[in-house]
Protein backbone atom coordinates (compact mmCIF):
# COMPACT_ATOMS: atom_id res chain seq x y z
CA UNK A 1 0.00 0.00 0.00
CA UNK A 2 1.41 3.28 -0.92
CA UNK A 3 2.06 6.38 1.55
CA UNK A 4 -0.90 8.31 -0.47
CA UNK A 5 -3.35 5.31 0.16
CA UNK A 6 -2.60 4.88 3.73
CA UNK A 7 -3.51 8.83 4.20
CA UNK A 8 -6.38 7.93 2.00
CA UNK A 9 -7.33 5.49 4.55
CA UNK A 10 -6.78 6.94 7.42
CA UNK A 11 -8.47 10.28 6.31
CA UNK A 12 -11.64 7.81 5.77
CA UNK A 13 -11.89 6.25 8.70
CA UNK A 14 -11.74 9.28 10.50
CA UNK A 15 -14.78 10.90 8.07
CA UNK A 16 -16.40 7.72 9.50
CA UNK A 17 -16.26 5.99 5.78
CA UNK A 18 -17.14 1.87 5.80
CA UNK A 19 -14.71 -0.16 3.75
CA UNK A 20 -16.50 -2.58 1.32
CA UNK A 21 -13.98 -5.63 0.62
CA UNK A 22 -16.14 -7.13 -2.06
CA UNK A 23 -16.89 -3.86 -4.24
CA UNK A 24 -13.19 -2.08 -3.08
CA UNK A 25 -14.77 0.52 -2.43
CA UNK A 26 -15.26 2.92 0.75
CA UNK A 27 -18.76 4.41 1.67
CA UNK A 28 -20.36 7.30 3.47
CA UNK A 29 -24.24 7.13 4.32
CA UNK A 30 -23.31 10.76 5.85
CA UNK A 31 -21.45 12.26 3.24
CA UNK A 32 -23.68 10.08 0.38
CA UNK A 33 -20.04 9.39 -1.42
CA UNK A 34 -18.00 6.28 -2.43
CA UNK A 35 -14.23 6.32 -3.07
CA UNK A 36 -12.66 3.15 -4.98
CA UNK A 37 -9.93 1.90 -4.12
CA UNK A 38 -8.34 2.39 -7.73
CA UNK A 39 -9.29 6.05 -7.60
CA UNK A 40 -7.81 6.71 -4.41
CA UNK A 41 -4.28 5.04 -5.48
CA UNK A 42 -3.87 7.56 -7.96
CA UNK A 43 -4.24 10.71 -5.78
CA UNK A 44 -3.01 12.27 -2.88
CA UNK A 45 -5.05 13.31 0.32
CA UNK A 46 -5.06 16.57 -0.88
CA UNK A 47 -7.42 15.67 -3.80
CA UNK A 48 -9.91 13.44 -1.40
CA UNK A 49 -9.95 16.09 0.80
CA UNK A 50 -11.11 18.33 -1.53
CA UNK A 51 -13.34 16.04 -2.96
CA UNK A 52 -14.57 15.64 0.79
CA UNK A 53 -15.75 19.18 1.00
CA UNK A 54 -17.71 18.73 -2.17
CA UNK A 55 -21.87 19.32 -1.41
CA UNK A 56 -23.69 15.98 -2.97
CA UNK A 57 -26.74 17.24 -3.83
CA UNK A 58 -29.93 15.77 -2.55
CA UNK A 59 -31.07 12.87 -3.87
CA UNK A 60 -27.89 12.08 -4.71
CA UNK A 61 -24.78 9.53 -3.80
CA UNK A 62 -21.48 10.41 -5.59
CA UNK A 63 -19.17 7.55 -6.53
CA UNK A 64 -15.64 8.02 -7.40
CA UNK A 65 -13.94 5.69 -9.72
CA UNK A 66 -10.76 5.36 -12.10
CA UNK A 67 -11.92 2.83 -14.09
CA UNK A 68 -15.39 1.51 -14.70
CA UNK A 69 -17.11 -1.16 -16.29
CA UNK A 70 -20.29 -1.87 -18.45
CA UNK A 71 -22.19 -2.39 -15.44
CA UNK A 72 -21.24 0.51 -13.57
CA UNK A 73 -24.72 2.14 -12.57
CA UNK A 74 -25.98 -1.32 -11.78
CA UNK A 75 -23.58 -2.42 -9.81
CA UNK A 76 -24.08 1.41 -8.21
CA UNK A 77 -27.16 0.91 -7.46
CA UNK A 78 -26.76 -1.96 -5.72
CA UNK A 79 -24.32 -0.93 -3.39
CA UNK A 80 -26.81 1.92 -2.10
CA UNK A 81 -29.48 -1.05 -1.82
CA UNK A 82 -27.20 -2.58 0.63
CA UNK A 83 -26.84 0.71 2.35
CA UNK A 84 -30.64 1.30 2.18
CA UNK A 85 -29.74 4.13 0.50
CA UNK A 86 -31.70 2.93 -3.19
CA UNK A 87 -33.98 6.48 -3.15
CA UNK A 88 -30.53 8.12 -3.99
CA UNK A 89 -29.38 8.52 -7.47
CA UNK A 90 -26.37 7.20 -8.10
CA UNK A 91 -23.56 9.96 -10.25
CA UNK A 92 -20.57 8.21 -11.67
CA UNK A 93 -17.75 10.50 -11.47
CA UNK A 94 -14.50 10.10 -12.68
CA UNK A 95 -11.23 10.16 -9.94
CA UNK A 96 -9.55 13.34 -12.13
CA UNK A 97 -8.25 16.50 -11.04
CA UNK A 98 -10.05 19.98 -11.26
CA UNK A 99 -8.32 22.69 -13.20
CA UNK A 100 -7.10 24.54 -10.19
CA UNK A 101 -5.40 21.02 -9.03
CA UNK A 102 -3.63 21.20 -12.74
CA UNK A 103 -2.11 24.92 -11.55
CA UNK A 104 -4.36 26.03 -14.08
CA UNK A 105 -6.16 28.70 -12.35
Not at 15 to 33: C, H, K, N
Not at 38 to 61: C, E, I, T, Y
Request: aromatic content about 12%; hydrophobic content about 40%.
Amino acid sequence: MSENTIASTLLLRSAGFAYLPDEAIWVSRTYRQAYSDNALADHNSAWLKGRLSDRVPPGQFWFYFKFFGLNCREDCSKILAHLRLGILRPEIRCGTLRAEEHGLK
